[in-house]
């Protein structure tokens, strides 16, 4: 049942259309695998077409992971935060990652209502791989977000099984991520269009050294798009309907740094996505579920079978040195949206319900427009 | 797999050892279910002794569930609050509950590692039972709460399976329920000693009307006993150690009443179970998953098919009028801790681990020794 | 000291220059007064020029106060909801306003060392004016909110007095707000030019009824303006610098609205002001202190001196109609922090520092030049 | 105005009555102050007997500072963390505690109402004492808390005034500190009895080292004491009536260590607090005030000023070695509040309002006989 993602190998990253989000320079592959030692790996769900035959299908789902380093996360645990602009979803796992302030599990990415499939997948993946004496371990905390893809996708019908995130996880790389409709991203859509998984990084300097941001996504939010401030939804005629009770989306935001971070100041970094997001055109609807989570690969937390209670932490950024990275963080946010969604190419799904990438000849001549105007 | 719990028929609940917590009356049951409607389920697994096997057992878990009303509770939500005193779990859908202010499944209590088998079993439940029009219906929010059992279970290989879910639901029944080694409860240990599901309710007067409180509990938490006061544990010589770095623990609380309180007042409300679980000796350990979770059966959200955008909520309790409210609902979750050990009988589980049951017989004997002192 | 505000007749709101946020229509007076019953006054402090001698000047301050309704708040307070995007700062009576869910005092705002002023002399007036048997009355909860006008004002010299509080309040009104250099808006910037005190509202229909959502915003924050997505403050030269550790900032958002919403609701709803301020160019800057306060005038918490334990709260909005609301007050927002920059003067504070007015004639010039652009 | 306190010499700890609370021993003066370099200065204030005139008196109120360390807390504010159990109150500075973490002036106690005043001395403190350079420092975040004493204080005639604080700020010192009817505990009742300001610490072993906790509390919440478990309140028959709408009290709670923590870990740690506070005997009644807060003296920020980008931190407690430490904070709780009851005395205030001192003699007769029953 595992297929690829469809092509995309003919859509433009917004980059590649001349769109420039904010001050910073992107890394080598304005990825979140910028940040180095974080891998991605998906696994895209895609089968059958037709009426919805809940259990059959059509499917149109899958899961992305996101390892923020290859080694043993429950033992090596990298120090992180989050921030939930709308608990509008059934995201797992936020509760320790606030109170202990750590990642101990590779992070997933999936459709709303297989959440219990892939934390059920997550704990044999963890007992498997991380857990060498199982008497003297007890429990973890899987980490999964969610959007829902109930318009394309038979998301009553689970089709996501444990094979499938192992096989995310196994398959995680560094390098260039996939975008737009694989993994999670298959069945979602964001203002009006088809979108997905997205990501974007950038680099900034501090004190002198140079440190990454990097953001991925999964994209799935109800809104009128904006592209570097141009009203693209409107000029293009896809606006976000405020009649009746218009519902839909949710945003999940995955941010990650090199920066000596504790989990404070990663609470702090993972609420910037939600300036990202407003910027694309989000209109904070009621049942958006928007989650940002950050972690630093740098500021770890050390081997918890040290036995020594006291964790040397060398150093740590200063808060008033912040807002550069506050602002690096949002721009990416921003970006990866807008790849989800230049990336996404046209996906029909079950009830034959179809979600329409972005025609990209007519965004670009949008784009020109607004240039030049305003070079004249 | 699923036994029958171990006979605990001659066990004593801490009423029958003349313990009264606090000064209001107890409902007919003295439990969660003496506030209307309210229905339990538990399904008790039980399978093997002797060395640990992950995946093959011994097998010292279960699930409890809770239904705050009988109907379908995606289309009949009932308000709802709560408040995680400390995050040290893997409790799920918590965020919604906050956001929303409103639970729109049964409650489930489960082993900590179990949750995303409780959550996907109650996404399969609620697709079955609730939902008539799936291409009309997208996500919901599976309510799932645990603690760790793996000092007693194979709690990595995960016994439980969607069947005891279903189980557990469909054989909830009102009228008194079942505590100490049942369900949820059966490899948990509390205060040093053997512990499990508890229950216990109040009787308030508001305004010239009767109402109830009443809670139900999964007790694992580390501590040192009291009951009423008296230093039960320490007599026992049964004593949280602070040498070194002592873990354990976990504590669930479900609270409900009749009274009309919306997600507010009944986020404040869930806190107070933080001083029953205070009273019972709770060190408030690092490790301590403690979640609150209240609900209201009365102050409920409409029907949401009803196309009409306004509800009607008759009437709401004044917050001038919570004091007594909250002190009965602390009492509540104090007498259901205490139920959850009373009730407990030993328990053997995997690699011969030991969970004694409290000695009824000498804990009366230290109870009236104090209370013969206190009559002098 | 009490000087009157600095000429401003001749400058525009936005929406006189033909810039319309969102798709909602403005009340009457585009202002947070359209929602009925609430009224806005405000005290301009403003004295001496030159070298900063704390406690002498220069003086360039005030407050402003907002009265959710003409009567005794604190007998009949309203219902409300907040939320903090960045707590980097003073804002006073945030914790009782979530824990009761309500507003029960006037709320100002002022400067941000003022506020223990500014809460004195809430105090001193809610004694005077609200409370017939003191014996019987113990404590409330005064709101004041700020933002730090440090860099025209002599912040550390503590200038507002009591006088000026009552003087706001006393000669509060409904209908047109005097916006930018006024009141609480003396001293702040905001995107590198000179801002002060916006508002805006917004019109929705709900269920065939029309309602009204506004905001009154106090804008300090670090950015690089945005008008309607138009990069103005990048066409003009003001852009947020990043090197080194830039600071600054603040936003203090008040969102009304006479739909009946509970806290909860009010909660989400004061959270979609994050939007707004988002899309008019914030960085999120770390030492910006980001508050947004909501209330409704309409679903009232009834007279506490009733006697009556239930509260009758004939209807509440279901949170499913809520997007239109969400998304009309962040428009809302936006438009207020955009109108608090084109209607602010420019003004010289201590030691000779220098806020400079946004160039209207430049301005326009640049949004035509988009306009042309996407008409072409 | 200014007098001292009632004599309560005579008067006794609960440690000199022979009750012990918790298995840790206390440090040297069983006080905040234990923890090395803290200081507590208090100012008591007390005029006039008879009838309530808002404005002339009786006046029974107070402040107490606690000083983190006797330095410039501004360019070396204290690692800090907070927790709210019940927000209501008026208690101001909490948002910039969480979000950066820390505390930059002397926590300031005092009446609810005065927490105005005691922000402005604050504000003209710090400017005076820790500002060399006022044009280059913008503002910073002045901490008070408080609890309600208007039963029998002239509480809206708002007597505190800047020269108050800041002579409890100068006269602060380290050693032995005045519990009971002093500073900010002037007017204030807790079970029923007189209370005040108490104080209790704990010395905790970490990895060989010796480690203090100390707490200091302005108590006056609602409920029926309890002394290390023994029904005191309704043995002395003063116990809390659950008729009508109860009212009353609050608390606040400061505890300091030498430990070092991080904010997150202070959060934490304060919020043990409430088993403290529980196992005394509290209701947790609507209308009290639960705050905790918590700081390290030796995980520090760094100096401000300093132009170094990144905070060499040099060691951090790991999460697994805080459960001891969780439990001595509640055990010093728990006695500094007993020990704020001890050491009151009786006092009379506006309307012949009367606040009894527990009577010791019939105290300790209750709890003798409670040790002979547990000793028999």
Redesign the interface.
């Known amino acids: 049942m595992i297929s690829r993602p469809p092509d995309n190998s003919r859509r433009l990253r917004v980059r590649e259309l001349g769109v420039k989000i904010g ?2 320079a992107t890394g080598p592959d304005n990825a979140i695998t910028d940040v180095k030692g974080i891998k991605v790996g998906q696994v895209t769900l895609w089968k059958g077409e037709g009426k ?1 035959v ?1 259990g059959k299908g059509p499917v149109r789902t899958g899961v992305t992971a996101v390892l923020p380093h290859s080694g043993n996360l429950l033992s090596a645990p990298v120090e992180a935060g989050c921030h ?13 990652l ?4 750590r990642i101990e599990t590779p992070v997933l990415l999936t459709s ?2 297989a ?10 993946y963890v ?1 498997k791989k991380y ?1 060498e004496k ?2 003297e ?6 980490l999964v977000g969610e959007t ?1 893809d ?2 394309l996708n038979d ?2 019908g ?1 089709h996501l099984r444990a094979e499938h995130v192992f096989q995310a996880i196994d398959t995680a790389e560094g390098g260039p991520v996939a975008e737009g409709v694989v993994g999670a991203g298959v069945g979602i859509r964001t203002c009006g269009f088809k979108a997905g998984i997205g990501t974007s990084s950038r680099i ?1 300097a ?2 002198g050294r140079r440190f990454t941001v990097g953001s991925l996504i999964q994209s799935n939010f ?1 809104g009128t798009l ?1 592209v ?4 693209l939804g409107k ?1 293009l005629g896809v ?2 309907q ?2 009746d ?3 839909g989306g949710s945003l999940m935001v995955i941010t990650a740094t090199d920066l ?1 971070l ?3 100041q990663l609470k ?1 970094l993972a ?2 996505g ?6 694309t055109g ?6 958006s ?1 928007d ?1 940002f989570i950050a972690f630093s690969t740098t500021y770890r ?2 081997n ?1 079978a040290s036995g ?17 990275v ?2 690096a963080a ?1 721009d990416a946010v921003e970006e990866a949206i807008l790849n989800s969604i230049f990336k996404a190419v046209t996906v029909v799904g ?2 034959a319900n179809r979600a329409e990438a972005i025609d990209i000849d007519k965004a670009i001549e949008v784009l020109n ?6 070079q ?1």
């Open positions: 001050p910073f919805l809940p939930v602009f709308n608990g509008a979803g059934t995201t797992a796992g936020l509760s320790l606030e109170e202990y302030g709303t209502l959440v219990g499939k892939a934390f059920d997948a997550l704990v044999k007992v857990i199982p008497e371990n007890s429990w973890f905390n899987p829902d109930s318009f998301s009553h689970l900034i501090v004190g109800l904006r570097d401030g141009i009203p000029e606006v976000a405020m009649d009770c218009p519902q000596p504790n989990s404070r702090r609420a910037r939600v300036l990202g997001m407003a910027r989000a209109v904070g609807s009621h049942s579920g989650y937390q050390e918890l020594e209670p006291f964790r040397k932490s060398e150093i740590l950024l200063r808060d008033e040195y912040l807002t550069p506050f602002a949002a079950r009830d427009k607004y240039r030049q105007g305003s004249s």
